[in-house]
């Protein structure tokens, strides 16, 4: 009765991503999801390179295709778009940063444990006429213990992940709408749709990375796109990503990641 033309709130926001941006940050949204695409599948691997998966070179290739999108994302936000980044971070990103440093910190103490296991293992070698005992059996119990910070890491991505699927970012900035010009409105939807693909593919990796540290397999996560990114129009990187977490759950050796297969990789990489 009230609203006889129908839905009154699609004429303020229609379904297609396009449809209430200008014709330059729509170039400039393509451009980016084109870049994150072709970044993701870069991180797929062909099928003779399936067998040895997860490895050191893998991760650093994994480490460097971060660095360039997170590179391309700041670019987007700092010089393409016309927006402070700190209106961005305080509202909605400080948090999420805070706890990928956190993941970034503890990847980075396990590598120094690795590191400190080599040593141990260098020393045992180091008189060719007699191995030292001693450090073999240091270089054991160093290598079998735990490190707390990594077990951590599984829980952290995880609830990250959840805060994925929560719209609450969305419904804030068309609550805002009315109060917003224009142009700020849709260069902030452009840079929340731009930084929803850089964290499912952060997330994605960091949680493969945790399950090669941690040697649990339940550590990689399933990342579903959001079904409000859907109704906006086509996620060109979708298929890509969906591809790359289909190859690693089917991939029986990365489902069965074992401890001293990454220790090795990575001493053998020393």
């Known amino acids: 009765m009230f609203f006889s033309c129908g839905n009154p709130f699609k004429a303020l926001f229609p379904k297609k991503n396009n449809a209430c ?3 330059h940050l729509v170039s400039l949204l ?6 994150l695409r072709v970044s993701i599948a870069e991180l797929v691997p062909k099928d003779d390179d399936k067998n040895g998966f997860i490895t050191v070179s893998w991760m650093i290739q994994a480490m460097h295709s971060l660095c360039e999108i997170h590179q391309c994302i700041s670019t987007l936000m700092t010089t393409d778009v016309d927006l402070p980044v700190s209106d961005m971070e305080e509202s909605m990103y400080a948090d999420i940063s805070s706890k990928l440093l956190e993941v970034c910190n503890a990847f980075t103490s396990e590598l120094a444990r690795l590191n400190h296991g080599n040593m141990l293992l260098k020393f045992a070698f180091s008189d060719p006429d007699e191995v030292s005992l001693s450090h073999i059996d240091c270089w054991r119990q160093h290598m079998a213990s735990k490190n707390p910070r990594i077990e951590n890491c599984g829980e952290v991505l995880s609830n990250l992940v959840e805060s994925m699927s929560d719209d609450h ?10 109060k917003k010009k224009k142009k700020q409105y849709e260069e902030e939807k452009l840079l929340m749709r731009a930084l929803y693909g850089v964290k499912a593919k952060t997330l994605y990796i960091f949680s493969v990375f945790a399950a090669a540290f941690s040697g649990s397999s339940e550590n990689i ?3 579903n796109i959001r079904k409000e990114m859907k109704e906006e129009g086509e996620v060109p990187w979708e298929q890509a990503f969906m591809e790359l977490q289909n190859v690693i759950m089917n991939t029986p050796q990365v489902l069965r990641v074992e401890r001293k297969q990454v220790i090795n990789m990575f001493l053998n990489s020393c």
């Open 221 to 223: 996560l399933y990342i």
């Open 169 to 178: 970012d969305l419904h804030g900035l068309k609550k805002k709408v009315n």
């Open 21 to 23: 941006m200008s014709s």
């Open 30 to 35: 393509n451009n980016f999801e084109t870049s």
